[in-house]
């Protein structure tokens, strides 16, 4: 993966946004990451920009599993979610 892609909202199919990390990670460390637009986006971690903290999802390497991919999306979306939330 050369260039970043952006994997959909916040809010996207978390099955297939884990399936594509899971395959992009195949060949190379892949990081995560929320942009501005609430778009989830990856890219190679070695052209993944500097980041604060909360918006960044992980980097999944070879030995990560779809199943953990899967709940960290729905984790860091329930948090991110939950943060936007004005009572």
């Known amino acids: 993966m050369s260039k970043e892609r952006c994997?959909?909202?916040?809010f996207s199919d978390i099955e297939y946004m884990?399936?594509?990390?899971?395959?992009?990670?195949a060949?190379?460390?892949v990081t995560?990451?929320?942009?501005?637009?609430?778009?989830?986006?990856?890219s190679g971690a070695d052209r993944?920009?500097?980041l604060p903290s909360e918006y960044l999802l992980g980097?999944?390497?070879?030995?990560a599993d779809v199943a953990d991919i899967q709940q960290d999306l729905?984790?860091?979306r329930n948090e991110r979610a939950s943060n936007a939330i004005i009572f």
């Open 48 to 50: 993944a920009p500097e």
């Open 18 to 25: 884990a399936e594509y990390i899971s395959i992009a990670r």
């Open 7 to 10: 994997l959909g909202s916040l």
């Open 27 to 29: 060949s190379r460390n």
């Open 59 to 63: 980097t999944y390497g070879i030995g």
């Open 74 to 76: 729905v984790a860091f």
């Open 32 to 42: 995560v990451w929320l942009n501005s637009k609430a778009e989830m986006v990856c």
